[in-house]
């Protein structure tokens, strides 16, 4: 199973906590973040987003910087998509595990019971799934003792 996109920068967690509707400039993020203006200038534009995000200064030149709010929602609109994206990977790698693969399956296991801490939405989820894979795992012995 390959992995898509990079990995979640450090200051991801510190991203999620910046209000949507508030309008940050550059000077206020340096501040929240605790790093530099042009630090923060270059992680934003290697995030690879689309131009519609940018506030351009002049017509003639191609430097162009994010308004505040815009860099703010649309980052975690990205990273929103990537977790939910690894959530849905994890599950069809749990469902097409071998038996074989205790350990792996031990660590997933792990992972979704602190997921679904947090998230009552994702234990039902997980409920319905186990309930599932009892029945699937109670008919294939049935099926199994009526052969021998």
């Known amino acids: 199973m390959t992995k898509r996109g990079r990995k979640l920068a450090p200051w991801t967690k510190e991203f999620l906590n910046l209000k949507e509707d508030f309008e940050y400039s550059f000077e206020d ?28 200064i002049k017509k003639t030149t191609r430097r ?37 693969e205790h350990s792996l399956e031990k660590k997933l296991d792990l992972f979704l019971i602190t997921e679904s801490k947090i998230n009552p939405e994702l234990k039902t989820e997980l409920d319905i799934i186990d309930q599932i894979e009892y029945e699937v795992n109670k008919n294939i012995n049935e099926i199994y003792k009526t052969k021998t």
């Open 29 to 56: 993020l340096e501040v929240v973040l605790s790093k530099k203006k042009y630090e923060i200038e270059g992680q934003v534009r290697r995030l690879n987003i689309k131009p519609i995000y940018y506030l351009q």
């Open 64 to 100: 162009a910087f994010f308004l505040g709010k815009d860099i703010i929602s649309h980052y975690k609109k990205r990273v929103y998509l990537e977790k939910n994206y690894y959530k849905s990977e994890i599950f069809s790698c749990k469902k097409t595990l071998n038996k074989g």
